[in-house]
Structures are given as structure tokens and as C-alpha cells.
Nanobody
């Protein structure tokens, strides 16, 4: 079973950028689809990016398309989320997660979660 640890969150002004990292332990990382989710206070957890096991197929919802980029380095057991042009509404706890499903976009399709990292975007 893989374990996930996120890092890179923080406070940034609107229009700024942040890069989140998610380091995975275990030898099965390269076989998993990886996703980034976020959850703001009082709101449901929502997907912001998904990448397949080989890293050549990505999914983004319209809310972050053209601003966020997911990537992975299977040699380093790490998945990244580059976030540009950040908006106050991007403020949330961001989680990475691992799935064995095909193109999973719902939280229930993921079996392993990190502890989350806070991203705060000030106006």
C-alpha cells in the first residue's frame, strides 16, 4: 500500500503561483492513477486534476483548466500540481490521492489519501 505526503502549500496573493508536491512511499506508485483534490470549509471535496499512471493523460475540471498543471515523476515517486493565476476561490486544503480505477474523478474512487496541505489565496 502506498503512503502519500503533500507539501508546498502556503499563503499567496491573487495572481500568484504555487507548486504542490506529493511524495509517495512504496514500490507500486507508478501503477496508480493520481489525483489532486481540494476541500474548502463547508464545501464538498472536489477534484482539480488527475493524471494516469504513465503521465501522458490528464484531466482538469473547467474551474482550473489552463491554470493548473498536474505532472508526475515515477522515478521519484512524486506527483506535482503547478497552480498559476491563483484566485481567492482556490483557497482550500489540497489533497493528493491514489486510485486503481480508470480515469477516476470522484473521491470514492481513490483508496489512499495524503494528510492535505493548506493553500490560502489573498485578494
Amino acid at each position: 500500500q502506498v503512503q502519500l505526503v503533500e507539501s508546498g502549500g502556503g499563503l499567496v496573493q491573487a495572481g500568484g503561483s504555487l507548486r504542490l508536491s506529493c511524495a509517495a512511499s512504496g514500490r507500486t506508485f507508478s501503477s496508480y492513477v493520481m489525483g489532486w483534490f481540494r476541500q474548502a470549509p463547508g464545501k464538498e471535496r472536489e477534484v482539480v486534476a488527475v493524471i494516469n499512471s504513465s503521465g501522458n493523460n490528464m484531466y482538469y475540471p473547467d474551474s482550473v483548466k489552463d491554470r493548473f498543471t498536474i505532472s508526475r515523476d515515477n522515478a521519484k515517486n512524486t506527483v506535482y500540481l503547478q497552480m498559476n493565476s491563483l484566485k481567492p476561490e482556490d483557497t482550500a486544503v489540497y489533497y493528493c490521492a491514489a486510485s486503481g480505477a480508470t480515469r477516476p474523478t470522484a473521491p470514492y474512487e481513490y483508496h489512499t489519501w495524503g494528510q492535505g496541505t493548506q493553500v490560502t489565496v489573498s485578494s
